[in-house]
């Protein structure tokens, strides 16, 4: 079946600093999500994104379907985008499967 | 997102017991979905529904049992609670006919002792 891999497994960021998240997936996907868990066990939807480049504040995202893999940008981070950021593929038997997920520490 | 609600939303329970774990959609989708989460992993998919007649196995389905009554209603059960079971469960919904972007709800933390 379809492997889902995300990089960095773990992060530690000052606060204000840039980072960069990547998904990378072994086959052909119908869609990718990105998904943000807070500390509190909250799963958020962050990106809806299966081609292309989304903005959405301090974050955004792109995909390259061609090359299977997708990249979330978080700027000028913040203490509140701690936790664990999850990828998401739809396979195009309509499985989804998650991504092992990167935890993000973002510090004062 | 609290058009997905689930319910206990805590559950302790004793090896042998049956379980049922239930979610309520009020978005109006068509596409319903149970996931397992372990500590420090991903969710993994258990059953998935595509409407009331069309129920599918996920990754792991042993062990676990479904039943959509209606759109909004999407129940789990667990025949026979095991230690191993022991997890983080969210219900997810998705609207096919537009983005099928998934939407969770809040979780329901099982422990079986």
């Known amino acids: 079946g379809i492997q889902v891999e995300q990089s960095p497994p773990d992060l530690i960021l000052q606060e204000g600093a840039n980072s960069t998240l990547r998904c990378n997936f072994s086959?052909?996907?119908?869609?990718l999500q990105w998904f943000h868990q807070n500390p509190w066990g909250q799963l958020i939807n962050l990106f809806y994104i299966p081609s292309g480049t989304k903005q959405n504040g301090r974050l955004s995202a792109t995909t390259v379907a061609t090359e299977r893999y997708s990249l979330l940008y978080i700027s000028s981070s913040q203490t509140t985008d701690s936790g664990v950021y999850f990828c998401a593929v739809k396979t195009s038997y309509d499985k989804v499967i998650f991504g092992p997920g990167t935890s993000l520490s973002v510090i004062p | 997102d609290a058009d997905v609600t689930q319910t206990p939303r805590n559950r302790i329970t004793k090896t042998g017991k049956r379980i049922m774990l239930e979610c309520s959609q009020t978005?109006?989708?068509?596409?319903m979905y149970w996931y397992r989460q372990d500590p420090g992993l991903g969710l993994r998919l258990i059953y998935y529904?595509?409407?009331?007649?069309?129920?599918n196995k996920g990754e792991i389905s042993d062990g676990y049992s479904v039943s959509r009554q209606a759109q909004a209603k999407f129940s789990l059960s667990l025949e026979s609670a095991i230690p191993n079971q022991t997890a983080l469960y969210f219900c997810?919904?998705?609207?096919?006919?537009?983005?099928?972007?998934?939407?969770f709800g809040p979780g329901t933390r099982l422990t079986v002792l």
């Open positions: 529904s595509f409407d009331v007649k069309d129920i």
């Open positions: 086959d052909s996907v119908n869609n």
């Open positions: 978005k109006g989708h068509d596409r």
């Open positions: 997810a919904t998705s609207d096919f006919k537009r983005t099928d972007t998934q939407y």
